[in-house]
């Protein structure tokens, strides 16, 4: 990787190419047989909170939000609202 590039950024724009060749997967399986039924694999760990301390629940929430939006994509289509505010947060 260049030393220019920004890791997160590679990252989030790699797993958009997995996500469009996925919805691009499944268009072409109903072309084939519009009665498949096809989904997604998703592997998710989960992240527990250190403590029951707010400031922990918290920070596991916003952590696990980050993998959660991967399935919302697959099963709704489009990115959720909570993901498009964490992006322009950033930029």
Known sequence: MPRNEN????????AHYELVASARAVVAGHKI???????????LCPI????????????A?????????YADVHALGY??????????RKT
């Open 79 to 88: 990115y959720p609202s909570y993901v498009l505010k964490q992006w322009k």
């Open 61 to 69: 929430y916003k952590n696990m939000e980050r993998h959660y939006y």
């Open 33 to 43: 047989n519009p009665d498949f039924k096809i989904g997604c694999m998703i592997a």
């Open 7 to 14: 890791p997160e950024e590679l990252m989030y724009q790699a």
């Open 48 to 59: 527990y909170p250190f403590s029951c301390k707010p400031e922990d629940l918290l920070f």
